[in-house]
């Protein structure tokens, strides 16, 4: 991990969540607040529908809420699209943009991406930009490749004068139980260093790079400890408490 980077480990709960889970969170509370203070910003994306109240319940505890997706405008005609500026309203901090699942399952480009991106910005949230390539593109060698366009095309200008971070989610480790080896997952986060420092020149240095795929607590101990890992963007293991407890903990 970058010694001059504040580690942060974001719960992604995608669609799952009614008001009942936020007893979850409150058993999160709970550990956070009676053990060893968190080394690691910690985040939970609920559905927009508790966001409020996540944010709420969280804000004694140090836990820190986000959205997991927002509009590229500020208001308007947009049925069932939710603004930055209202999560912000609502108590949220941060919002994930281009999750896989939304470039996938509704067809978002790098534009839109880099454009919900500004948005979240001008709203006063802290975008997590996510990219990552499929099975197919790592096995023909492109993954680089794929992940040096998503950079490009996502990234806004200027993303080093505020709080940006990128997580690297490869898709085929979403959801699957499968994860590249450290070597790959090193090789990857440098690359990318890399490439915001080309871009951002030293202050890409502050980018925050968090890895998302299959981050369990079998393995956080692990990952979270590759150089240029500074967090983790998880999914399925932030659902429960106290596996996510672990994840935390792990940092
Ligand atoms: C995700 O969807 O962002 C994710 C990392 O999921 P999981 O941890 O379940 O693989």
């Not at 500074?230 to 293991?237: E, S």
């Amino acid at each position: 991990m970058t010694a001059t980077i504040s580690p942060l480990i974001a719960g992604n709960w995608k669609m799952n969540g009614t008001r009942a889970s936020l007893d979850e969170l409150s058993a999160l509370a709970g550990m956070l607040t009676s053990g060893a203070a968190p080394r690691a910003i910690v985040v939970i994306c609920p559905p927009a529908t508790i966001v409020a109240a996540a944010a709420r319940q969280g804000a004694p505890s140090g836990i820190v809420v986000g959205g997991q997706d927002c509009h590229v405008e500020v208001s308007g005609a947009y049925t069932g699209d939710i603004a930055a500026g209202m999560l912000a309203d609502a108590g949220a901090q941060y919002v994930i943009v281009g999750h896989s699942e939304r470039r996938s399952g509704h067809g978002e480009t790098d534009e839109q991406i880099r454009m919900k991106a500004i948005a979240a910005i001008g709203a006063g949230l802290k975008p997590i930009i996510c990219i990552g390539e499929t099975e197919a593109q790592r096995e023909a060698g492109d993954a680089e490749a794929v992940v040096a366009s998503q950079l490009a095309g996502s990234v806004p200008d200027a993303a080093e004068n505020h709080e940006v971070n990128i997580a690297y989610e490869p898709i085929w480790a979403i959801g699957t139980g499968r994860t590249p080896s450290n070597e790959d997952i090193a090789a990857m986060h440098a690359f990318i260093r890399q490439k915001l420092v080309d871009r951002f020149g030293e202050k890409g240095l502050s980018i925050r790079i968090l890895y998302g795929g299959s981050l369990k607590p079998q393995n956080a101990r692990e990952i979270l400890s590759i150089e240029n890992v500074n967090g983790g963007l998880v999914g399925g293991a932030s659902l429960l408490a106290s596996d996510f407890y672990t994840i935390i903990s792990a940092v």
